[in-house]
């Protein structure tokens, strides 16, 4: 079935440094990716989409490219924020099944200023 | 606009009792899904109704439930609580089922079972 998995967390920062999470997933046929955000006590946020290969899914300084030779999805910005503070889901959903999203772990990063 | 509504917030219930969860997505979209977050688990999708029919289901026994009224409003109900129930259950609503429709996610409700 598919799945995604996510580098193990959680990753702390400082103000201002650069910032990878990996992501790499399994499925059959091309999937859309997707990175989510999820603040504390609140739902996710899309933070990103790519939907076929060589994509670059980009917002808000973060960016990620749909690489289906490594079947990954790294999620990387260049200088991370205290604001950013948040855990992070790197996703897959096939054309196929409707709403279902299959979710990675979760990487909670935390930057300190 | 406003965002997808979930509610309650937070519920307590013990061991063997039922809970409702109430979700109204946001006006126009049809499409309702819900997930269960747990930290051991994660997030696992449990299933989607799309114009009051469920077209996708997760992996979950059959304890757990749901429905969608006419005017997308959706409901899910966990009959026989066990304390592995204790989870975030987010609701999320998109215009259609087309795998690049943007999903939008409520807050979620916060069941703890003791």
């Known amino acids: 079935g598919d799945s995604v998995t996510q580098m193990e967390g959680p990753v702390t920062l400082s103000e201002e440094a650069f910032l990878t999470i990996n992501c790499t997933y399994t499925a059959t046929g091309y999937p859309s990716l997707f990175w989510y955000v999820q603040y504390p006590g609140e739902g996710l946020q899309l933070l990103l989409k790519?939907?076929?290969?060589?994509d670059k899914g980009s917002n808000k300084g973060f960016e990620a490219t749909y690489r289906k030779e490594t079947t990954s999805f790294h999620l990387e910005k260049g200088s991370v924020q205290v604001s950013d503070s948040a855990v992070y889901f790197c996703?897959?959903?096939?054309?196929?099944?409707?709403?279902?999203?299959?979710f990675g772990e979760g990487t909670q990063l935390t930057v300190n200023p | 606009k406003a965002g997808v509504t979930q509610t309650p917030r937070y519920l307590i219930k013990t061991r063997g009792q039922q809970v409702t969860l109430s979700c109204s997505p946001i006006s126009g979209h049809r499409s309702v899904s819900w997930y269960q977050q747990t930290p051991g688990q994660g997030l696992q999708f449990l299933f989607e109704?799309?114009?009051?029919?469920?077209?996708n289901k997760g992996n979950f026994p059959g304890r757990f439930s749901g429905r969608q009224f006419s005017n997308s409003r959706s409901e899910m109900n966990v009959s026989t609580l066990e304390l592995g129930d204790s989870a975030l259950y987010l609701c999320?609503?998109?215009?259609?089922?087309?795998?690049?429709?943007?999903?939008?996610f409520g807050s979620g409700t916060q069941l703890s079972v003791l």
């Open positions: 999320a609503s998109s215009s259609d089922r087309g795998s690049n429709e943007k999903l939008f």
């Open positions: 790519a939907t076929k290969a060589d």
């Open positions: 109704y799309f114009s009051e029919t469920q077209r």
């Open positions: 996703a897959l959903r096939r054309e196929t099944s409707g709403s279902r999203l299959t």
